[in-house]
């Protein structure tokens, strides 16, 4: 690290106009700079006003938050939808993570690309699709119907199983990513140590390469969780407004019932606790190689 | 064959192994006695790392078979042959503590608890590494994950330990320390070791016999004064060590001495076997055997004249290279006292040995 600062400072000295190109840089950036305060922060700054002042002045949202029968009732279930997303997501995600890490590189970059197409598809169009598969008188109902399986349809839309298979379907890829590049960080010689000093294939597997995964499973669970806790069409279009997450909480609030305290304190906390999920998420990983480096 | 005399022993019968066109192992047959300290030297992409790969169980045989006291393990999985492995830039888990790395083979075998850490203090012992036993592979050294790589490789007692260029990652100094400590150890254990090096001083100070390859074939197998007093081809001759090389035609042969014309007049060579009259003949000589006198000598030497081309001066010694006539550069080291008559370029020099100190060599 030393010889880095080292070379940095012997780099400037080689500059002669030294600090007045980083004044022309600064140049640069701040119509972006402008920007994002008048269009993000100064938003932001609003809600977080709004929350504390409309109706009154005070804390009040903020305690409703917590002894509001209704709200406990949606905090829950977003929690548990996410909770049980997370989980599948990353699971499922490991499997394929795991896959594409072992293939050979042709094999490889087809995989990758079908994990990335799903990136390129609206959500909207992503959650109509599983409506079309799942409805009652959807593609899967209507085979297993055709010959006998079941007699009546399988409720698997406008409940929470519906939502959960869009969104696990929509999270796969953000898991695949950085469990992807733990994988890849792994020397392989340490599997065929693992196998030369005695392990089979599933010992070297459990006690060498999960292990070394870990940083990346945590990473893919944080990531996941985050990304969760903010769905809004998924749970509206699957859930048929019998599955209420905060997102879709926070619009009833907004636009119908128009208590913009209420709501400004809930997206607040939303926000505060993604802000806590990010920092330890940073704290545990590079998150420019968590994404796949660049 | 008795019994008796396969017991450990590690044979490997024309082992083939090929990638695509290329043949990496060709037809190696080998015999490893137990407990010797046998080094496989090569330059790279010759076929040493591969075959041990094979004999670790990495990579399959295409043809061929290898057997271990006269059970077949050709197509044994690799954590079934009971093998320890230390590998090109030790692989130490980097998760698990020094202790842990060491266990690591021990608690795969499911020994009791008491007895894993009694195998561990032991191996750690050995490379003196017992005081360093908590800390992870990534705090340590390059020198001291060696050791560590080691002992993990030894805490289990493997019959056989297979080391693939170990030293290959440290520096000069260091290198030379863990060559001693790994003979040592060697002698030690009673293990069998395989070695597998690029580095011809490493081999010939640590093996008890060494195998060169080259292109995928073993191009010579002897102990290291026997590889390299009698390199069989031209090949071994400079791969190992350095050599000059003369090439005639045989004129007579009489009672074992051959009587050679260069283009640069005759010389004599002793040896058991010649190629018949009238035939090529090629003879390696170590630089070192080469003296250079002023005037041609009178005594039995073999005696060529050449003229001095260049000198480099390295402590103890000179070494000399030297233009003769119609056979090119002949490299010569003198006692630094000898050569300073002849530390002058284009001065006349005849260059002298004895007819025992040349080899007849093989053009390959």
């Known amino acids: 690290m ?78 548990r939808i996410c909770t049980i997303t997370t989980v599948f997501s990353v699971v499922i995600g490991y499997m394929i993570a ?120 945590f990473a893919a669970l944080i990531l996941v969780f985050i990304m969760t806790l903010g769905f809004f069409v998924t749970p509206i279009i699957l859930g048929g407004g019998n599955t209420v997450m905060i997102a879709e909480y926070i619009t009833v609030q907004m636009q119908q019932t128009l208590r913009w305290g209420l709501a400004s304190a809930l997206a607040t906390a939303l926000l505060v606790v993604v802000l806590l999920l990010i920092g330890a998420l940073s704290r545990s990983m590079d998150m420019r190689k968590m994404l796949g480096g660049g | 064959m008795t019994m008796h005399d396969t017991q450990g022993d590690l044979c490997i019968e024309n082992l083939v192994k090929q990638y695509g066109n290329l043949r990496a192992v060709d037809d190696v047959s080998l015999r490893i006695r137990p407990g010797e300290f046998l080094t496989l030297l090569g330059p790279s992409g010759s076929g040493k790392t591969t075959l041990l790969m094979m004999i670790a169980g990495f990579v399959a045989a295409d043809a061929g078979r290898i057997g271990l006291g006269g059970r077949d393990i050709t197509d044994l999985a690799p954590e079934q ?29 499911r020994r009791p608890k008491s007895e894993v850490e009694a195998a561990v203090k032991t191996a750690l012992d050995r490379v003196q590494m017992t005081h360093l036993a908590d800390r992870l592979p990534r705090q340590l050294s390059g020198g001291q994950q060696q050791r560590v790589a080691l002992a993990r490789a ?56 060494i195998v060169i390859f080259r292109q995928g074939r073993i191009a ?105 006539e119609g056979i090119g550069p002949i490299r010569a080291e003198i006692a630094a006292a000898e050569g300073q008559p002849f530390l002058q370029e284009g001065k006349r020099a005849w260059l002298a040995w004895q007819p025992q100190d040349g080899v007849t060599v093989t053009e390959e």
Request: a positive charge; charged letters at 15%.
């Open chain 1, 98 to 217: 795991f896959t594409v890490a072992i293939a050979p590189p042709r094999t490889r970059s087809m995989l990758m690309f079908a994990i990335l197409v799903p990136f390129w598809m609206s959500v909207l169009v992503r959650a109509f699709a599983w409506v079309t598969l799942l409805r009652s008188e959807g593609v899967i109902n209507s085979f297993l119907m055709s010959f006998g399986a079941i007699s009546t349809p399988l409720s698997m839309t406008n409940n929470e199983f519906g939502v959960l298979v869009g969104m696990v379907h929509y999270m796969v890829p953000y898991a695949v990513l950085p469990l992807l590049a733990s994988m890849d960080g792994i020397n392989p010689s340490l599997i065929a140590a693992s196998r030369g000093l005695g392990a089979g294939p599933v010992q070297s597997f459990v006690k060498i390469f999960m292990p070394l995964t870990k940083p990346g499973i």
């Open chain 2, 220 to 324: 010579q197998i002897g102990t290291p004064s026997e590889l390299y007093d009698q390199p069989q081809s031209r090949f071994v001759a400079s791969f190992l060590g350095e050599s000059d090389f003369i090439a005639g035609t045989v004129q007579s042969i009489d009672g074992g001495i051959a009587r050679i014309a260069t283009p640069a007049g005759e010389i004599l060579q002793n040896g058991a076997k010649h190629p018949s009259i009238g035939s090529a003949i090629t003879v390696a000589l170590r630089p070192e055997k080469i003296a250079l006198l002023a005037q041609p000598t009178a005594d039995r030497r073999n005696c060529l004249p050449g003229r001095i081309i260049a000198w480099r001066y390295l402590g103890g010694h000179l070494s000399f290279e030297i233009a003769v």
């Open chain 1, 2 to 79: 030393a010889t880095e600062v080292a070379a940095g400072t012997s780099r400037r000295k080689l500059l002669p106009i030294g600090n007045r190109q980083d004044q022309v840089y600064w140049l640069f950036v701040l119509p972006v700079l402008l920007c994002l305060l008048v269009f993000f922060l100064l938003p932001l700054f609003q809600v977080f006003w709004i929350s504390l002042s409309d109706p009154a002045v005070g804390p009040d949202n903020y305690i409703k938050l917590f002894d509001n029968r209704a709200i406990k009732r949606v905090v829950l279930t977003t929690l």
């Open chain 2, 154 to 209: 030894m805490s289990f007692q493997p019959s056989l330990l297979l080391l693939d260029e170990p030293l290959g990652a440290l520096d000069r100094k260091l290198r030379v320390d863990v060559q001693m400590e790994i003979k040592k150890l060697h002698q030690e254990l009673g293990t069998t070791f395989i070695y597998v090096t690029h580095d011809q001083e490493e081999a010939l100070s640590m093996s008890d016999r």
């Open chain 2, 81 to 109: 042959r009971n093998f320890g492995m230390v590998f090109q830039g030790y692989a130490l888990f980097p998760h698990l503590s020094v202790r842990e790395n060491v266990a690591f083979p021990l608690k795969i075998r």
